[in-house]
């Protein structure tokens, strides 16, 4: 079992940033390829971001593109979201999840075996 706890989340002006964290117990995760996935009230939750188990690969939604980054420290068993020029519309709770699949994450959330609770992240005009 991976146990995910997410923290990094809280309420920020538009144009501003934060540094969300994932942080994994109970298995190492260096072998997963690992999500963080969002959602706000009212919608379905999207995928954000992916990065392979080495990091070499990664995966943007269009929405984030350019302004997110997804990172991962194996040696910390952790994985991180910057979030820069943050807008209004990244209002969600952000929540980072597991893929036994490490060479190339998937995007749908099925895929994902282990998630975090999620953090609040809130982005004020």
């Known amino acids: 079992q991976v146990q995910l706890v997410e923290s990094g989340g809280r309420s920020v002006q538009a144009g501003g940033s934060l540094r969300l964290s994932c942080a994994a117990s109970?298995?190492?995760?260096?072998?997963?390829?690992m999500g963080w996935f969002r959602q706000a009230p009212g919608k379905e939750r999207e995928l954000v971001a992916t990065i392979s188990w080495n990091g070499v690969s990664q995966y943007y939604s269009d929405a984030v593109k350019g302004r997110f980054t997804i990172s991962r420290d194996n040696a910390k068993n952790t994985v991180y979201l910057q979030m820069n020029s943050l807008k209004p519309e990244d209002t969600a709770v952000y929540r980072c999840?597991?893929?036994?699949?490490?060479?190339?994450?998937?995007?749908?959330?099925?895929?994902?075996?282990?998630w975090g609770q999620g953090t609040q992240v809130t982005v004020s005009s």
């Open positions: 999840a597991a893929d036994f699949n490490g060479g190339s994450p998937r995007r749908t959330p099925d895929a994902y075996v282990y």
């Open positions: 109970g298995r190492a995760i260096a072998s997963y390829g």
